[in-house]
């Protein structure tokens, strides 16, 4: 079970959740891809475009499964320990789901001006690639 979650990397909100992300699942599930890296995302097929529409979550063993923006915050929340439950009771609750897209969208389309922006990009520890007999570092790219 692998992914690829590509995540705004000059966004100091998805910079903080993809460092928590992280911490916890130690690249176990998920391998991480700034969108700022357009070489690499090119390789998956997707777009500057694509991007503007929020994280966007692989399968790397199907590229053709592909979740973005609120769904793949929920997708991301089902693949972790005990959390498909939280999931399924969250779209359970009549308008959630709809409250859930519209707050992301909010947050996605004021990020910068809410959270603020770095100065360079963060890349994660575990980046697209890595594997347990090969993972470059964070720190080998600007922090």
């Known amino acids: 079970m692998s992914y690829h979650l590509i995540y705004d990397g000059n966004c100091n909100l998805c910079v903080t959740f993809t460092k928590l992300l992280s911490q916890f699942d130690r690249g176990q599930i ?14 998956l097929g997707i777009t500057e475009e694509d991007c503007q529409m929020g994280m966007i ?4 063993d199907r590229p053709e499964s592909r979740w973005q923006g609120s769904r793949a915050a929920e997708e991301i929340a089902s693949l972790l320990p005990f959390g498909s439950g939280f999931v399924a009771a969250y779209r359970s609750i009549p308008g959630m789901k709809w409250m859930g897209d519209e707050v992301y969208a909010q947050v996605r389309d004021n990020r910068y001006s809410w959270f603020g922006k770095t100065e360079s990009t963060y890349y994660a520890d575990y980046p697209f690639g890595c594997n347990e007999d090969h993972c470059s570092s964070s720190s080998d790219k600007s922090n």
Request: hydrophobic share 50%; charged share 30%.
């Open 30 to 43: 998920f391998d991480y891809i700034p969108m700022q890296e357009k070489a690499v995302l090119s390789e």
């Open 57 to 60: 979550l692989v399968d790397a």
